[in-house]
């Protein structure tokens, strides 16, 4: 499954840089802005759904752009074909392919591909995260003043309220957040150190499970916003090293 894995992630990575530059958006889901699809999304999703069913028939799937399949079984793939449609269809090169592997809830495997920029991120439970097929760790920084994180930029009410308490906290502290509008780059930069912090609150299942095990095994705490251990299904995410985590805690337990 590992190789499985990491070839079908590739394959698709590779398969979107074809079109990327050359398609816009397809068809729109909703109002959102970011809420769109293109011709390279359902190119990517058919690839890899096509090839889990081939391969592992028995096998559940839940897919950003296809829906469910079989989603009760003990292995389950969970697929975002691009995150960050709204980067690729407007030329700006910040986009990934995620998917991960969970069994009976626990996530086990996790890919992404990043292909704009030729970075691949494997991570297996308990063995590390893998950037290019070199191991990595998140940032070492120990204190919020002169960290620079990442996350939901959405103004939405949750993420309202956490970034005036961020606000409030910089008063005192030179704090940096910014979004590169896509859950797998914001997280890859998180766990390979580029970012020292990162906390999401908005997204669907297949933009939170696959980052989950690419940031813990990478050596960040990964909980929800109270502190609790993140679960399978779950909505939201704060993720950092133990000393920054405490810390960004007293920001997000009141959200």
């Not at 074909?81 to 986009?95: A, E, L």
């Not at 990442?150 to 005192?172: M, N, W």
Request: hydrophobic share 40%; net charge positive; aromatic share 10%.
């Amino acid at each position: 499954m590992d190789t499985f894995i990491q070839r079908i992630a590739r394959s698709a990575g590779v398969a979107v840089m074809k079109k990327f530059g050359k398609v816009g958006v397809k068809y729109m889901k909703s109002d959102a802005l970011w809420d769109c699809v293109t011709e390279a999304d359902l190119i990517s999703d058919r690839l890899m759904v096509s090839a889990i069913k081939k391969q592992y028939p028995t096998h559940g799937i839940i897919s950003e752009e296809s829906g469910s399949y079989n989603h009760d079984a003990d292995y389950v793939w969970i697929i975002d074909p691009i995150d960050g449609t709204f980067n690729f269809s407007t030329g700006v090169p910040q986009f990934g392919v995620m998917i991960c592997l969970a069994y009976r809830g626990d996530i086990i495997l996790s890919a992404i591909d990043i292909p704009a920029t030729g970075e691949f991120f494997f991570a297996k439970k308990g063995k590390g995260t893998l950037m290019n097929g070199k191991k990595i760790r998140c940032s070492s920084t120990k204190r919020l003043h002169n960290s620079f994180g990442v996350g939901s930029s959405s103004i939405r009410a949750r993420t309202s309220r956490f970034l005036l308490k961020l606000v409030q906290a910089s008063k005192a502290e030179d704090i940096q957040f910014g979004s590169m509008a896509s859950m797998a780059v914001n997280a890859c930069y998180a766990a390979c150190g580029r970012r020292d912090w990162m906390v999401a609150l908005t997204g669907a299942l297949h933009d939170f499970a696959p980052v989950y095990l690419i940031l813990k095994e990478a050596g960040c705490k990964v909980t929800d916003m109270k502190g609790n251990p993140w679960k399978f299904g779950q909505l939201e995410m704060v993720a950092a090293n133990p000393a920054l985590h405490k810390q960004l805690l007293k920001l997000t337990k009141s959200v």
